[in-house]
């Protein structure tokens, strides 16, 4: 007989979410040390389900944690203390390498600074996210040319950044989102270099990528574009304070 029983550790992982979630965030922190045994906490235990081919809006004022927020649900960052959950895969236990990899596939990003390569054409800047991860140079160019066509510049393909308005970079960075065929666009300010029509044509893009399905999350920190969405979720000292319906879907 022995004379000690050897006891296994088991480490019990985070139940899966539900299958119709594609985002799933539970008590998610994330903590900042700033030196001199100083931290700020930019969240505090923010928990939020979005569920497939939906259309939210996350705002908030400067320094209410909707930025990092984003930068979590972008995988640009890694939490402190908590779970999420993109597409039924646990990322917040992954590293760096395995987080640029699940960026490249699953998050089409849109900027408010369009992030557009100066010298390279609307079709170049659309076929990078397929540069990176491998995809062959035919098929690469026909998604890339869907994608423009999608967004209704196909006049415009081989026109450089400096050639296009402001209103078509924004559509070629649109463009570049899709062409992976994310799981979610993530679109961050993505009016905030437009005037108001042209920002207005935009939004109306949005409410088409939406109606063919798309997964959509807004940051914003304009009330008025923040009712495109369906769902208006307010963050504020690094918690979630409100969420619910648009005023245009209530």
Known sequence: ????????????????????????????????????????????????RIRRNE??????????????????????????????????????????????????????????????????????????PLIYNGTPSVERLERAKESLREVGLESRM???PNELSGGQRQRVAVARALVNRPSIILADEPTGNLDSKTGLEIMALFDTLHANGNTIVLVTHEPDIAEYAHRVVHIRDGQIYSDEPSKRFR
């Not at 590293?95 to 990003?109: H, P, S």
């Open 1 to 48: 007989m022995a004379l000690f029983d050897t006891v296994t550790d088991v480490v019990e992982q985070p139940a899966a979410p539900p299958s119709d979630d594609i985002i799933v965030v539970e008590d998610l922190w994330r903590t900042y040390d700033m030196g001199s045994e100083q931290q700020v906490q930019a969240l505090r235990g923010v928990s939020l």
């Open 55 to 128: 259309y939210v809006a996350i705002m908030g004022p400067s320094g209410s944690g909707k930025s990092t927020l984003m930068n979590l649900i972008g995988c640009l960052d890694t939490p402190s203390k908590g779970n999420y959950w993109l597409n039924g895969q646990l990322v917040s236990e992954l590293d760096d390498d395995q987080l640029a990899r699940i960026r490249n596939k699953e998050i089409g990003f849109v900027f408010q600074t369009f992030n557009l390569l100066a010298r390279a054409s609307a079709l170049h800047n659309v076929e990078l």
């Open 158 to 160: 081989y026109h450089k």
